[in-house]
């Protein structure tokens, strides 16, 4: 059995050693050293091209979680991650050549991995898990968009923050929809005075922004403005448009505000809400500073701040097949292309394409992660038809599915995720020795 993996970053780099350790023969296709992204500096192997964090290690919070999820289910990369950790605080921080070292040095010494450094530029025949990163060639993303359909694939990311529910003060915003009768509203409203609208637009329009990369084309902001690019046509420009309050009535006050911030669940259960309109390419600690000026959202945490660059990838939950596969192919993506934003992430997603992978090829069931977990919650929202507009996601707890009871300390709350997250992936994996019970 063979399986080709097109893209030797974090999940094609974890995707063919888990498949290898299985004792399947593995092609490994990396363009790099002949074709290179203006991001990458090496012909390295999962090298990390941004920061050399891989985010929290603390078991309480949704990053440290999938770290404990990985680690169980035997991640080669993770394991390298710690083999070459650097002082970080509480954080999982790398050497980052060290650790690129340790994973092509893996590869390298793999009798079941063939490494192929070439560029792919269609769809290669299956078996196959396309890994292409976020930065996928044009010419393999152009296949993707003949395959899938245009509308299906985006070649930017253009998301609005996310923030935590539990954290938007309710004594200040309100639940309605404009022009609504009586009935719930579907949008948390956060009212502003006109003093109040006036001081955000002005910090707003002086906040310092993200330096783009020299491969962030000016092309994004033709089709999705910034919020901060808006305000900058004109004191009012918010106002008539995505801060507008009309049909909208201040329960508090009794009349219309000045302009309203409206907030979207990203969720059923209602945990996590979108700002309306936010796209933004302010840096994280001004969106941070800049979106607490919006009343009720003084101590707001954020799951997610709002981006704006070049980021490749597929809108899985509405053209992708189980184990996000490529309907009528034995093609699987993974990685960031999927939408799974963050290096962890990208190493779950490497994962799980060769649990899947190797499940079909030894005709064994699909391998079902429990939706309470970190990796479970994520695969879900990549998987869940009823998300809209979706967009690139990391680990959060917006995403897991509420607690069966409610936890007013916020502390408690996340211990609760915790415990109930890891005690389900340790039981998913003693239920499955058939994935993992073979040393891998």
């Keep these: 059995m063979r399986v080709t993996v097109v893209g030797g970053g974090l999940a094609g ?39 050399n964090s891989l985010k929290s290690t603390k078991p309480e919070s949704a990053a440290g979680m999938l770290k404990q999820e990985l680690s169980l289910y035997g991640s080669k990369l993770i394991g390298f991650a710690y083999d070459t950790r650097v002082a970080a605080g509480g954080a999982l921080a790398v050497d980052r050549t060290l650790f690129s070292d340790a994973v092509t040095g893996a590869i390298l010494a793999s009798p079941h991995i063939t490494v192929h450094r070439e560029e792919v530029t269609s769809i290669p025949e299956g078996p196959a898990v396309i890994a292409a990163g976020p930065l996928c060639s044009e010419h393999l993303f152009k296949a993707l968009c003949d395959r899938l359909g245009e509308a299906h694939l985006s070649f930017f990311d253009a998301a609005a923050p996310i923030v935590d529910a539990e954290t938007i003060d309710m004594d200040r915003a309100f639940r309605a929809s404009r022009y609504d009768d009586g009935e719930v509203g579907d949008y948390l409203n ?61 329960p508090h006050t009794g009349r219309r505000p000045f302009a309203v911030v409206q907030l979207r669940s990203e969720n059923a259960s209602c945990t996590a809400y979108n700002l309306v309109g936010f796209q933004t390419n302010l840096t994280f600690p001004e969106q941070a500073r800049v979106f607490r000026m919006i009343p009720g ?53 490497g994962l799980y394409a060769a649990l899947n992978m190797y499940a079909r090829l030894k005709e064994l069931p699909d391998p079902e992660l429990p939706v309470t977990t970190a990796f479970g919650s994520l695969v879900a929202y990549a998987s869940d038809p009823a998300c809209e507009n979706y967009q690139p996601m990391h680990v959060n707890f917006g995403v897991f599915p509420p607690l069966e009871k409610h936890i007013r300390s916020k502390s408690d709350r996340k211990a609760a995720y915790a415990q109930r997250g890891i005690a389900d992936a340790r039981a998913f994996v003693e239920s499955r020795p058939d994935l993992f019970g073979i040393g891998a």
């Design 13 to 51: 780099s974890e995707c063919a050693l888990q498949l290898a350790a299985r004792g399947i023969d593995v092609d490994l296709f990396e363009q790099r050293p002949d074709r290179t992204s203006p991001a990458h500096k090496t012909d390295g192997f999962a090298e990390l091209v941004c920061s």
């Design 190 to 250: 956060c009212p502003m005075e006109r003093d109040e609208y006036f001081a955000f637009v002005s910090e707003l329009v002086a906040a310092q922004r993200v330096i783009g990369h020299d491969f962030e084309s000016k092309d994004l902001f033709q089709a999705c403005q910034p919020v901060e690019e808006v305000a900058r046509t004109g004191e009012m420009s918010l106002a008539y448009g995505a801060l507008k309050p009309v049909g909208l009535v201040d």
């Design 297 to 349: 959202l003084e101590h707001a945490e954020f799951f997610r701040y709002g981006v704006m660059h070049r980021n490749s990838f597929v809108d899985s939950p509405h053209v992708l097949g189980r184990g996000f596969s490529i309907p009528g192919t034995d093609v699987l993506l993974a990685g960031q292309i999927t939408g799974t934003e963050g290096y962890v992430e990208a190493i779950a997603s």
